[in-house]
């Protein structure tokens, strides 16, 4: 109870001589630095506000204004035309000089010509960001009117923007038009149909569009003129919180540490490195001090409102739906080791722990012997399974007394970490299998070893390997690859280790011990959690992970065939699923929407005409020759990339019609067109990483220090789920997901077709092609004739 005589800041005792008082100065230290850290926070916070909501102009430009108007009146002229006249006329009663009634006018007037030319560069602003045919052109072949929009909005984005600068200024994802929408969507699915099939198809969507399509159409432009994004609340609710499947595997994905280092193989001291990095970049959320996210390494930025609920954000249960629940702040994070769950306090007296500190405390819970109260050790396993039985234990079980007060500080945690027992990573005698375990260990642990209802959760193996898995309802994951990055680039470069492998720093010997958590768990939860942990445990068996790393070329090669690497990489792995399937299917991209306000993602139907007729081609045994065939690979890769830029832009197609589904339900209508649409499953459901940070990375010097990326469960239960990451050069990492209770699918064998058919396109576009017919003029008829 050490920790809670410390907690207590004064004790008073009633005797007959009177009151006998004793302060704890030191208490009374710690309160009043807390609250002079609070107090900092909240003024940088208003700083921050008024620094944004100026943007892009600058707080100090006011007195520009001001200087600028009185010089003008102290040249007898008269800028306002009038207005400050008038303002002085409204002032006559106010008891000040003539000339301090001038002096308030034009600070009037001057105010609120700073205030209108504010909303004129914001307006300005707006329209520039809303210009995306950039998007669209050429690689080298810009025209005049993007390299003037460039110069125009290098002009409005001088100056240095906080994170969120831009977030009024982002415009509006727009609505498509339906006829729009209808056609994409037919033109996506002709590949997969048979020509009956097709027919169908056509009659069902030409029917929804002369009925109910308008009527539900105009439902949805309402809701674009008043709502901030017109798909983003629903995509969540609906998608996400709705859901009532295990968040384990379904939806929950993960990170992975660099391949072929560890910094340091204690676990302790990567533990308190890790920590540190992590609330080191929530510092910098907080102030507003990270830079926007920008497109393509361009000037263009991205919407950023996905960090706001990064951390201290818990998802909890409900019967009907969840609810997303965020605090302003939180001093401490939750650790779980060996059944056992402990509040570690990362603030001290208004300071952020050194790592060397945490590392200490890290250690202590380590050490610690005490055995887990009966059914402590898998509690987490309510968190993994279906959200209807954990909403109902959480109202009748954890919703007052000891459990109550333990499963906030679970819920208020700043993020979780998980001390696993195990040892992870690639090296061993089996460095195949051990990645593939290492996946695995990631995604779903021991099913109740992980806390899956936080944004996301630390888990630092026994031999000093890290991860993390991380719920998806709050984001998407570039923003959390964004943190990762960040966090091990910070953890290696710059905070670094010692030579014995301990973080730097000093110790304060005073800190106080870890304070476990106290649960009282009735029998009957106790019973329950070992009834579904059987069935965690058998959806967590079934999960076949496979990662490798494709190391014989990587995106400097493709680029040299003037090829975008992810295109080339989505027509492979068509061609690879043709190889193991022998047919196509429909094909999930994710791609982002965020160059606009509160955009998360819209769906790219990689499985075009264009790359079923190269992969046909290839595969069907015509004797082609190799011109034509790399003809009809480039038109897939255009096709693809322009299907990727519609996406991006707003003119994507699964987005829209899961709008018009939502509206239709609301309305009570039925549509047998959208029903259909909604319910045809994505049995190849893939995702590319994005490396958003490089700098921090110096692979010249370091080329060892190569992230994994991350991955993801199936999505269907006959299907695969694949997530690839492009690093540096010369690298190329997959992680590949399926389910062992389907005989069609194999993790393994389709990451080997993933590899031979990203080696025969790379041989095929790199033959010798001097033959009568190799010209662009000649092969493009023929591929067009194909098609």
């Given at each position: 109870?050490?920790?809670?005589?410390?907690?207590?800041?004064?004790?008073?005792?009633?005797?007959?001589?009177?009151?006998?008082?004793?302060?704890?100065?030191?208490?009374?230290?710690?309160?009043?630095?807390?609250?002079?850290?609070?107090?900092?926070?909240?003024?940088?916070?208003?700083?921050?506000?008024?620094?944004?909501?100026?943007?892009?102009?600058?707080?100090?430009?006011?007195?520009?204004?001001?200087?600028?108007?009185?010089?003008?009146?102290?040249?007898?002229?008269?800028?306002?035309?009038?207005?400050?006249?008038?303002?002085?006329?409204?002032?006559?009663?106010?008891?000040?000089?003539?000339?301090?009634?001038?002096?308030?006018?034009?600070?009037?007037?001057?105010?609120?010509?700073?205030?209108?030319?504010?909303?004129?560069?914001?307006?300005?602003?707006?329209?520039?960001?809303?210009?995306?045919?950039?998007?669209?052109?050429?690689?080298?072949?810009?025209?005049?009117?993007?390299?003037?929009?460039?110069?125009?909005?290098?002009?409005?984005?001088?100056?240095?923007?906080?994170?969120?600068?831009?977030?009024?200024?982002?415009?509006?994802?727009?609505?498509?038009?339906?006829?729009?929408?209808?056609?994409?969507?037919?033109?996506?699915?002709?590949?997969?149909?048979?020509?009956?099939?097709?027919?169908?198809?056509?009659?069902?969507?030409?029917?929804?569009?002369?009925?109910?399509?308008?009527?539900?159409?105009?439902?949805?432009?309402?809701?674009?003129?008043?709502?901030?994004?017109?798909?983003?609340?629903?995509?969540?609710?609906?998608?996400?919180?709705?859901?009532?499947?295990?968040?384990?595997?379904?939806?929950?994905?993960?990170?992975?540490?660099?391949?072929y280092v560890t910094p340091t193989p204690v676990q302790a001291a990567r533990a308190g490195n890790t920590i540190t990095a992590l609330l080191l970049y929530r510092r910098k959320v907080n102030r507003e001090e990270l830079k926007p996210v920008r497109s393509h390494s361009t000037v263009i930025p991205l919407c950023a409102a996905?960090?706001?609920?990064?951390?201290?954000?818990?998802?909890?249960?409900?019967?009907?739906?969840?609810?997303?629940?965020?605090?302003?702040?939180?001093?401490?994070?939750?650790?779980?080791?060996?059944?056992?769950?402990?509040?570690?306090?990362?603030?001290?007296?208004?300071?952020?722990?050194?790592?060397?500190?945490?590392?200490?405390?890290?250690?202590?819970?380590?050490?610690?012997?005490?055995?887990?109260?009966?059914?402590?050790?898998?509690?987490?396993?309510?968190?993994?399974?279906?959200?209807?039985?954990?909403?109902?234990?959480?109202?009748?079980?954890?919703?007052?007394?000891?459990?109550?007060?333990?499963?906030?500080?679970?819920?208020?945690?700043?993020?979780?970490?998980?001390?696993?027992?195990?040892?992870?990573?690639?090296?061993?005698?089996?460095?195949?299998?051990?990645?593939?375990?290492?996946?695995?260990?990631?995604?779903?642990?021991?099913?109740?070893?992980?806390?899956?209802?936080?944004?996301?959760?630390?888990?630092?193996?026994?031999?000093?390997?890290?991860?993390?898995?991380?719920?998806?309802?709050?984001?998407?994951?570039?923003?959390?690859?964004?943190?990762?990055?960040?966090?091990?680039?910070?953890?290696?470069?710059?905070?670094?280790?010692?030579?014995?492998?301990?973080?730097?720093?000093?110790?304060?010997?005073?800190?106080?011990?870890?304070?476990?958590?106290?649960?009282?768990?009735?029998?009957?939860?106790?019973?329950?959690d070992v009834l579904y942990g059987k069935n965690h445990q058998a959806l967590a068996d079934d999960v076949d992970c496979h990662v490798f790393p494709f190391r014989d070329f990587g995106k400097g090669r493709i680029k040299k065939l003037r090829i975008s690497p992810d295109a080339y990489i989505q027509i492979g792995l068509q061609?690879?699923?043709?190889?193991?399937?022998?047919?196509?299917?429909?094909?999930?991209?994710?791609?982002?929407?965020?160059?606009?306000?509160?955009?998360?993602?819209?769906?790219?139907?990689?499985?075009?005409?264009?790359?079923?007729?190269?992969?046909?081609?290839?595969?069907?045994?015509?004797?082609?020759?190799?011109?034509?065939?790399?003809?009809?690979?480039?038109?897939?890769?255009?096709?693809?990339?322009?299907?990727?830029?519609?996406?991006?832009?707003?003119?994507?197609?699964?987005?829209?019609?899961?709008?018009?589904?939502?509206?239709?339900?609301?309305?009570?209508?039925?549509?047998?067109?959208?029903?259909?649409?909604?319910?045809?499953?994505?049995?190849?459901?893939?995702?590319?990483?994005?490396?958003?940070?490089?700098?921090?990375?110096?692979?010249?010097?370091?080329?060892?220090?190569?992230?994994?990326?991350?991955?993801?469960?199936?999505?269907?239960?006959?299907?695969?789920?694949?997530?690839?990451?492009?690093?540096?050069?010369?690298?190329?990492?997959?992680?590949?997901?399926?389910?062992?209770s389907c005989s069609d699918t194999d993790s393994h064998r389709f990451g080997a077709q993933i590899s031979k058919a990203l080696q025969d396109i790379m041989t095929l576009l790199s033959a010798d092609t001097k033959t009568s017919l190799s010209s662009k003029g000649a092969a493009q008829p023929q591929a067009k004739k194909l098609?």
């Amino acid at each position: 109870m050490a920790e809670a005589h410390q907690a207590v800041a004064f004790q008073f005792t009633i005797t007959p001589e009177g009151i006998d008082l004793q302060l704890s100065y030191q208490a009374l230290n710690q309160i009043y630095l807390s609250g002079v850290r609070s107090w900092k926070k909240r003024v940088s916070r208003m700083r921050n506000r008024v620094i944004k909501g100026v943007y892009p102009a600058s707080p100090s430009s006011w007195l520009f204004v001001v200087i600028a108007i009185l010089a003008t009146m102290y040249m007898r002229s008269d800028p306002s035309m009038g207005l400050i006249t008038k303002i002085q006329q409204h002032l006559l009663h106010v008891s000040l000089s003539s000339q301090g009634q001038t002096m308030v006018s034009v600070l009037v007037f001057s105010t609120l010509l700073w205030l209108s030319l504010i909303l004129a560069l914001r307006f300005c602003l707006k329209l520039l960001l809303s210009y995306h045919q950039w998007m669209f052109e050429q690689h080298g072949r810009v025209s005049n009117v993007t390299k003037v929009w460039v110069t125009l909005l290098r002009l409005l984005s001088s100056r240095k923007p906080l994170l969120y600068s831009y977030q009024t200024s982002l415009p509006h994802l727009p609505v498509p038009a339906i006829r729009d929408t209808l056609s994409r969507y037919l033109q996506s699915v002709r590949p997969l149909l048979t020509d009956p099939e097709f027919k169908r198809m056509t009659k069902l969507a030409n029917h929804f569009e002369a009925n109910l399509g308008n009527r539900l159409q105009r439902y949805l432009r309402l809701k674009a003129l008043w709502a901030t994004n017109y798909v983003s609340d629903w995509w969540e609710e609906y998608i996400y919180l709705r859901s009532r499947c295990p968040l384990m595997v379904n939806s929950n994905y993960y990170g992975m540490d660099f391949l072929y280092v560890t910094p340091t193989p204690v676990q302790a001291a990567r533990a308190g490195n890790t920590i540190t990095a992590l609330l080191l970049y929530r510092r910098k959320v907080n102030r507003e001090e990270l830079k926007p996210v920008r497109s393509h390494s361009t000037v263009i930025p991205l919407c950023a409102a996905q960090c706001e609920r990064m951390f201290n954000t818990t998802r909890t249960p409900g019967v009907e739906t969840d609810v997303l629940q965020h605090w302003q702040d939180s001093e401490f994070v939750v650790v779980y080791h060996k059944g056992r769950y402990f509040r570690l306090w990362v603030y001290r007296a208004g300071r952020l722990l050194s790592p060397r500190e945490i590392e200490h405390q890290m250690q202590r819970i380590l050490d610690d012997p005490s055995p887990p109260k009966p059914g402590e050790d898998k509690l987490g396993a309510l968190t993994a399974g279906d959200r209807i039985p954990w909403a109902q234990m959480r109202k009748q079980y954890f919703s007052s007394g000891i459990n109550k007060r333990s499963l906030d500080a679970i819920e208020r945690a700043a993020f979780f970490v998980t001390l696993d027992e195990e040892e992870q990573g690639m090296r061993g005698e089996d460095p195949a299998g051990n990645l593939d375990r290492y996946a695995k260990s990631l995604l779903h642990g021991k099913c109740y070893d992980r806390w899956f209802d936080k944004s996301f959760s630390i888990v630092i193996y026994k031999n000093g390997k890290s991860g993390l898995n991380a719920e998806h309802s709050w984001a998407d994951a570039p923003t959390v690859a964004h943190l990762w990055e960040y966090t091990l680039a910070t953890d290696a470069f710059q905070l670094g280790y010692t030579e014995d492998g301990h973080c730097k720093g000093e110790v304060d010997r005073s800190l106080p011990q870890p304070q476990r958590l106290v649960w009282d768990i009735p029998s009957e939860v106790q019973i329950l959690d070992v009834l579904y942990g059987k069935n965690h445990q058998a959806l967590a068996d079934d999960v076949d992970c496979h990662v490798f790393p494709f190391r014989d070329f990587g995106k400097g090669r493709i680029k040299k065939l003037r090829i975008s690497p992810d295109a080339y990489i989505q027509i492979g792995l068509q061609l690879a699923y043709y190889r193991d399937r022998g047919g196509f299917c429909l094909t999930y991209e994710a791609s982002m929407t965020r160059l606009f306000r509160e955009g998360r993602t819209e769906t790219v139907r990689s499985c075009s005409n264009e790359s079923t007729a190269f992969v046909k081609a290839l595969e069907d045994g015509e004797v082609l020759i190799n011109s034509l065939i790399q003809r009809l690979f480039r038109l897939a890769s255009e096709r693809h990339q322009n299907l990727y830029r519609m996406a991006m832009t707003g003119a994507g197609i699964d987005r829209h019609l899961f709008c018009l589904y939502v509206v239709s339900k609301y309305l009570g209508v039925e549509s047998p067109f959208l029903k259909e649409v909604l319910s045809e499953p994505w049995r190849l459901s893939t995702s590319q990483t994005p490396v958003q940070q490089m700098e921090l990375f110096d692979l010249k010097n370091h080329p060892d220090f190569i992230s994994l990326g991350g991955g993801f469960g199936p999505v269907a239960d006959d299907g695969y789920g694949v997530s690839y990451i492009i690093v540096g050069e010369d690298m190329i990492n997959f992680h590949v997901s399926s389910k062992y209770s389907c005989s069609d699918t194999d993790s393994h064998r389709f990451g080997a077709q993933i590899s031979k058919a990203l080696q025969d396109i790379m041989t095929l576009l790199s033959a010798d092609t001097k033959t009568s017919l190799s010209s662009k003029g000649a092969a493009q008829p023929q591929a067009k004739k194909l098609l």
